[in-house]
Nanobody, 124 residues
Framework: QVQLVESGGGLVQAGDSLRLSCAASGRTFNSYTMGWFRQAPGKEREFVAAISGSGSNTYYANSVKGRRTISRDNAKNTVYLQMNSLKPEDTAVYYC?????????????????WGQGTQVTVSS
């Protein structure tokens, strides 16, 4: 069982940066692939980025490549999402998730545990 708690969301202006954090419980954090997803009102949850357990492999949605960086600190049981050049269309609730494999990381069902989400609002 893994419990995930996101933090770092907030209200920012277009062009600003934010770093989201996701703290995980448990002693086997480095065995999980970690992902970030987002969900805007009225839309489906969509993939943003993922990182393998060791941190050696990272994956990004085409829509955010170059503006997002996912990283992890296994000693701190924490995964991060650095978001630069934020746009109003980035407004959403951002969720972190943990899964057992880095196969097909963009799909929601591949993840077994989810956090409660953190709101990111970008004003124009």
């Amino acid at each position: 069982q893994v419990q995930l708690v996101e933090s770092g969301g907030g209200l920012v202006q277009a062009g600003d940066s934010l770093r989201l954090s996701c703290a995980a419980s448990g002693r086997t954090f480095n065995s999980y692939t970690m992902g970030w997803f987002r969900q805007a009102p009225g839309k489906e949850r969509e993939f943003v980025a993922a990182i393998s357990g060791s941190g050696s492999n990272t994956y990004y949605a085409n829509s955010v490549k170059g503006r997002r960086t996912i990283s992890r600190d296994n000693a701190k049981n924490t995964v991060y999402l650095q978001m630069n050049s934020l746009k109003p269309e980035d407004t959403a609730v951002y969720y972190c998730a943990a899964g057992y494999s880095d196969y097909d990381v963009a799909r929601v069902p591949r993840y077994n545990y989810w956090g409660q989400g953190t709101q990111v609002t970008v004003s124009s």
